[in-house]
DNA sequence: CGGACTCCTGATCAAATGGACAACAAGTGA
DNA sequence: TCACTTGTTGTCCATTTGATCAGGAGTCCG
């Protein structure tokens, strides 16, 4: 019936449902319980998936009782909806732009950084788009398919002039910016995979520097530039 | 009650447990129907991940009754581990060996698009064991600590051998395995993305070949290597 | 053909799960 | 304090799901 809002415009701020027709301004209590319960889901989606995941185990993250879950988020389809909202928007925030005009190096150095620190900061955010799309992407298709692809193809142009200027060698952009995207999502998606093979027990700052270090100096260089500084 | 085999010895023949003290030779129908089984339940554990995978879509998948295959696979664990057994042990007769003689960008870009062609091959595999991996790998943790933790530490010695000689750019190999193990397996995980955002139904060879040049390309100038031939 | 083993499957069940609901509590502005 | 809105929760239910089981069909071999 209601269609799942990230399809329709994922970085809209998310109202909630319930709460139409209000006269009172909804009090802070609303709001401190939908956080709470989106941080709960974000835990229990990446953990088990869409299906796996069950209220009644994100109530108990929450600390709340289902039934409470339920009345914030009339069903599971709508909160998953409204986590990825949450998602998107939080992300939207903080994606690089780059201009024509900048400087190759330095701004592809920025882009590899911006993408490691987010891997730090939201981990589980990572790992549920990655869930996702390995699933089919049955709720972010649309998503993919306006946002991302504008997105994707703005940041090729302007990469596509600097190779037409000669300021790094020719490398497809669109390949480059896949590149880029999956060696940073891998520190978050495949946490357990690194720290096993490390043998550590969890990820300290500077593993985060150091992988961001390698990244950016392979790649540019890959990409026939200089590491800036 | 028995443990997964999957963290006892991944690449064991998976003898099925409900074939034992046989005196007849097990017939055809066993191992056909076995595949049948496991391949559907590939499809179906990829779409939907572990929980949410279901034995009567299992079943559907393969044309089976229900019952049927849990005649086969006495349970639902099991039949994942054996799932993971068969994929496990697909990988392992692929995996490139490299060697301190070994040419480093002759054994790199092969290494690239053998992984490359995995991706092509193998795209479920690949996404079940993204699955597996950021879902906390649940299944695999016994894999990951022992048999891909030594090959990593194999390879990186390896590299770390040709750094030494000078034979290419001081880079750290973990990492290195780490960028290419993320980049390659991205075009498997990540398709639905790849394929929305650049506007296609479906991938072509063409597509695998185009990545695998861009990768090597990239990566072998990023270790400070020509790209062979 | 007959026994021995393998293979097949419908019926059945207990547990888990998404969600509806109604009664009740708490907050809010007049 | 009153009227109205928002928030809380226990109870209940239909469905789904993993798993069991018993009886029967098919296959193989002497």
């Known amino acids: 019936m209601t269609n799942n809002s990230v399809a329709e415009n994922p970085v809209k701020e998310t109202v909630d449902e319930s709460a139409q027709g209000r006269k009172y301004r909804p009090g802070r209590i609303r709001e401190r319980n939908r956080e709470k319960i989106l941080a709960a889901a974000e835990e229990e989606f990446a953990s088990n998936g ?17 039934s409470n879950v339920l009345y914030y988020f009339s069903n599971k389809k709508k909160m998953y909806s409204a986590m990825f ?13 780059i201009r024509p005009e900048d400087d190759p190096a330095e701004a592809l ?23 996702e799309i390995i699933q089919g992407a049955p709720f972010l298709m649309d998503h993919l398919r306006t946002n991302m692809r504008e997105w994707v193809r703005g940041r090729a142009e302007v990469i596509q002039t ?59 260089r890959g990409c026939g530039l200089e590491s800036p500084k």
Chains 1, 2 share one sequence.
């Open 162 to 220: 600097w190779i037409d200027d000669g300021r790094m060698a020719p490398v497809d952009p669109v390949q480059l910016i896949f590149l880029i995207w999956s060696s940073t999502q891998h520190y978050a998606d495949f946490q357990v995979q690194i720290l096993m093979v490390e043998n550590k027990a969890e990820y300290e700052q500077r593993d985060f520097d150091h992988a961001a270090d390698f990244l950016t100096d392979v790649i540019l």
């Open 50 to 66: 869409y299906k796996g995941a069950t209220i009644q185990n994100i109530a108990e993250r929450a600390g709340l009782p289902k």
């Open 85 to 97: 909202d949450d998602i998107l928007g939080r992300w939207n925030k903080v994606f690089t732009e």
């Open 109 to 131: 150095a920025t882009f590899i950084r911006t993408k490691v620190e987010m891997s730090r900061q939201f981990p589980l955010a990572s790992r549920l788009f990655a869930m």
